[in-house]
């Protein structure tokens, strides 16, 4: 079965603009979790959607939203963006009840 | 606050040699832990997890060992194969299905031919 795929690959915004991530998990998974990896923190939890609902939240500013659709397709949006901004952002899904979940390939954001 | 770390951010092993890369974790509530592997330009591949209630897990070339009074995991690969140069994020949670992993810093292993 197909991964979980994220769109765009690659983007380049300017400080201040904001910026939508796409994420499709793997079909039949309603949990997907989003993830932000810089060199100087490593990986970092974003937050978690299960069902539409925001179920867990990591410790990052109001800035960074998201939402899960009916499909369980899942978007994140990040305004007034800052060039501390500039990571990796990784999606993860999987079917709540397996532990080992999927991760995308990511969308390297880069605010210059 | 460092909650899971990896203090050796490379490991260069031989070929067909042990690697064992180590995980230290400071938060005593957790008790899942995972291994992940990463290439360049892809997303973490799940390898591995073990839970608090075991203090072992095998699977095929790669075992997890957990040490709860020390806090400590480590993860064996024998025998180490090229393919296995990867960057290695040890992972932690709280509870068993938990979405909110806590990652160490990852270990850069290069096996050498």
């Known amino acids: 079965k197909a991964g979980v795929t994220q769109t765009p690959r690659y983007l380049i915004k300017t400080r201040g603009q904001q910026v939508t991530l796409s994420c499709s998990p793997i079909s039949g998974h309603r949990s997907v979790s989003w993830y932000q990896q810089t060199p100087g923190q490593g990986l970092q939890f974003l937050f978690e959607y299960f069902s539409e609902t925001q179920r867990n939240k990591g410790n990052f500013p109001g800035r960074f939203s998201g939402r899960q659709f009916s499909n369980s397709r899942s978007e994140m949006n990040v305004s007034t963006l800052e060039l501390g901004d500039s990571a990796l952002y990784l999606c993860?899904?999987?079917?709540?009840?397996?532990?080992?979940?999927?991760f995308g390939s990511g969308t390297r954001l880069t605010v210059v | 606050d460092q909650q899971v770390k990896q203090n050796s951010p490379s490991l260069s092993v031989q070929e067909g040699r042990i690697s064992i890369l180590n995980c230290d974790y400071t938060?005593?509530?957790?008790?899942?832990f995972l291994w992940y592997k990463k290439y360049p330009a892809e997303g973490p591949t799940f390898l591995i997890s073990?839970?608090?209630?075991?203090d072992k897990n095998e699977d095929g070339r790669f075992t997890v060992f957990l040490n709860k009074s020390a806090k400590h995991l480590s993860l064996h690969i024998v025998p180490s194969q090229p393919g296995d140069s990867a960057v290695y994020f040890c992972?932690?949670?709280?509870?068993?299905?938990?979405?909110?992993?806590?990652f160490g810093q990852g270990t850069r292993l290069t096996i050498n031919p």
């Open positions: 938060n005593s509530m957790f008790d899942y």
């Open positions: 073990i839970s608090s209630i075991k």
């Open positions: 992972a932690a949670s709280a509870r068993r299905g938990a979405q909110k992993l806590v």
């Open positions: 993860a899904s999987s079917d709540r009840g397996d532990y080992g979940y999927t």
